[in-house]
């Protein structure tokens, strides 16, 4: 399915040069004289592989276009990460590469969606927010607002998260799986 460069996002599976390759960073660029591109950090499925290459904004990629079925995490084991079928009770597992990106906000239970390329999977999709639980951050400081300041904080994953001053530990939050940002407590 060709999509325009712009369209791509973070988690994208497109064929460029005849090879399968994950987005792992997309940022749009626009220079002060030029055309707009987009700056694309990918991973090749095959070899593991990282390069960057710029799309022009008005160029066209592949995107491939997987089948998606939603599965349970069970648990990790020497960096293999174990998914079930919620339907058929089918268990597959991915090596840690292809669920890097998802690891600062999975936890087991979590269903998620698996993409699959001709029965080979090849990425985990996270839900668009999930609650997690806000473990350690700084003490709030008196007379801070609320607006406009955050303080460093630690999810239950071990990834960090800018919290309002408000907040302690042991709040569970709604953190916004794309961005990795504070949305609202839970």
Known sequence: ??????????????????????????????????????????????????????????????RVTLSQREMQFLYEDNGQYHFMDMDTYDQVTLDRSLVEHALPYLLPEMVVTIEFHEERPLNVQLPQTVVLEVVECDAAIKGQTATGSYKPGRLETGAPIMVPPYLEPGTKVKVNTETGEYVERA
Request: glycine share 8%; with cysteine; net charge positive.
């Open 1 to 62: 399915m060709q999509i325009n460069a712009t369209s791509i996002r973070v988690g994208n599976i497109l064929e460029v040069d005849g090879q399968l390759w994950r987005v792992l960073k997309s940022q749009h660029v626009t220079p002060g004289k030029g055309v707009a591109c987009m700056q694309i950090e990918m991973r090749n499925l095959e070899t593991g592989a990282k390069t960057n290459k710029r799309f022009n904004s008005t160029e066209r990629v592949e």
